[in-house]
């Protein structure tokens, strides 16, 4: 049996969501609970928020963190990758350390660059960072392991230079890990972050998610998030989505001529 290509029908993406929205209106006004507030009542509070300015305020200090933080993950996470991938004996050097930084869970390493630096802005930075570098070293490692040595050979009988065999030669064939570190990498810091600003920080969406927790304001904490959402998936729908469709255009005339 084969299975058709292309894209599903445009009404399958506007099935599931509508249908959990009216499932949740249905059985907050049954159950008329503040615990549970309906999607009008959220709605509600997320434009007194935006008009006020916190809402702005926090998601503008989170995502300053996260922006910081992603780059300087990638950078480190993509050189120490590199490197690994491609000298055995230096993979072999730091491949124990990758995995203990891969099973060290992130609260800990949160809880302790507090302890040693203080609740300050770099200790919050440099928790994520921490935990995120791993992940990406690991994925590009993979991604310098497999580059191909007949370009390799192709680039060193016409005697390209450093800086073009990495921008002609490997750049390419490391776009689409870069691409899978980047989408993970974006996922799992915004997670880190918000732990971070419930545990040490006065503002940012964590911290208000956390000042709405000590007065049970379920309103709050799902506007805050919904919010937190629509941001991230902006994200992923303006930029990472069309730099995932350009990593992946090499495959489509090998595919069309399969």
């Not at 791993?134 to 192709?154: F, I, K, Q």
């Not at 915004?190 to 600003?197: A, F, M, Q, R, T």
């Amino acid at each position: 049996m084969s299975i058709r290509s292309g894209r599903p029908p445009a009404w399958s993406y506007w099935v599931v969501l509508p249908s959990f929205v009216l499932v949740w209106a249905l059985i907050a006004w049954l159950i008329q609970s503040p615990l549970l507030p309906t999607p009008l009542n959220v709605l509600d509070t997320l434009l007194r928020e935006s008009a006020s300015g916190d809402l702005w305020h926090h998601l503008g200090a989170t995502l300053g963190r996260v922006v910081v933080a992603f780059i300087l993950s990638m950078l480190l996470g993509t050189t120490i990758g590199i490197v690994m991938g491609r000298s055995q004996t230096t993979n072999a050097l730091f491949d124990p350390l990758l995995v203990l930084l891969l099973n060290l869970p992130a609260l800990v390493t949160i809880i302790l660059m507090y302890v040693w630096f203080g609740l300050v802005e770099v200790a919050a930075v440099m928790a994520v960072v921490i935990n995120k570098v791993p992940n990406v070293a690991v994925t590009v490692r993979e991604g310098a392991r497999s580059l191909d040595y007949r370009l390799e050979e192709m680039a060193t009988v016409y005697e390209l230079t450093r800086s073009q065999r990495f921008r002609e030669v490997w750049v390419p064939q490391l776009f689409p890990y870069l691409m899978a570190a980047t989408r993970g990498g974006l996922a799992l810091i915004w997670k880190i972050v918000l732990v971070v600003e419930l545990l040490g920080r006065s503002s940012g969406v964590g911290f208000r998610l956390h000042m709405a927790f000590q007065v049970f304001d379920v309103a709050a904490i799902l506007a805050y998030s919904l919010a937190f959402i629509a941001v991230v998936q902006l994200i992923e729908l303006a930029i990472l989505q069309p730099l995932e469709r350009r990593s992946s255009r090499w495959r489509q005339p090998e595919t069309a001529h399969a």
